[in-house]
C-alpha cells in the first residue's frame, strides 16, 4: 500500500525530512519503544488521539483525569471514516493531518527517533524526533501510560 495519501502530504506540506521503511519485518531490529502508536478517543466533545510508544500501554483513566473528560475507544467506523485512506487498525500518529486534537505521552519525547506507521501495517516512517513533534505544535503533553 504505502504511506497513506493524507500523511505524504501533510509531511510534504510542512517540508518534513522523513524516509519510508519499505516492507517492515523482524528483521529490521527497530525497537517497539521507538515506534509511536495512536489510539483514537471519543467522547461528547469530539475525538483525541494519544500518542505513545508502541511498548507502552494507555492509562486511559489517567488521561481522563487529566482532560477532566468520559473519553472511551473510538467505534471501529469512526476510526474507517476519520482514516479513510489508511488499513484498517493502522492509525498515523499525526493527529494534525486529520483535523484530531493530539496528546503526546512524555516517554516520547525523550526519543531522538521516532518509527511510526504511515496508514498500513507494512511500511513504516522513521524521522528524527524534534520533526515528528513539530509536526504537532498544539498538541499536549502528560504522562499516558500505566
Not at 518534513?16 to 515506534?35: C, L, T
Not at 502508536?37 to 492509562?59: F, N, Q, T, W
Not at 489517567?62 to 472511551?72: A, D, G, M, S, V
Amino acid at each position: 500500500m504505502s504511506i497513506a495519501s493524507r500523511v505524504k502530504w501533510f509531511l510534504e506540506v510542512n517540508r518534513a525530512k522523513y524516509e519510508v521503511i519499505v516492507q517492515r519485518s523482524p528483521e529490521a531490529g527497530i525497537p517497539s519503544d521507538k515506534m509511536a502508536k495512536a489510539v483514537l478517543l471519543e467522547d461528547e466533545r469530539g475525538y483525541v488521539m494519544p500518542v505513545l510508544s508502541a511498548s507502552s500501554r494507555l492509562d486511559i483513566d489517567k488521561l481522563n483525569r487529566k482532560l477532566q473528560r468520559e473519553l472511551q475507544p473510538a467505534s471501529e467506523n469512526d476510526v474507517t471514516k476519520l482514516f479513510f485512506d489508511c488499513e484498517s487498525g493502522a492509525i498515523p500518529p499525526v493527529g494534525s493531518a486529520y483535523g484530531v486534537p493530539t496528546i503526546i505521552d512524555d516517554h516520547l519525547l525523550e526519543l531522538g527517533d521516532i518509527y511510526f506507521e504511515g496508514g498500513d501495517r507494512v511500511d513504516l516512517v522513521h524521522m528524527d524526533g524534534e520533526e515528528f513533534f513539530s509536526l504537532s505544535p498544539d498538541a499536549s503533553h502528560a504522562d499516558l501510560v500505566m
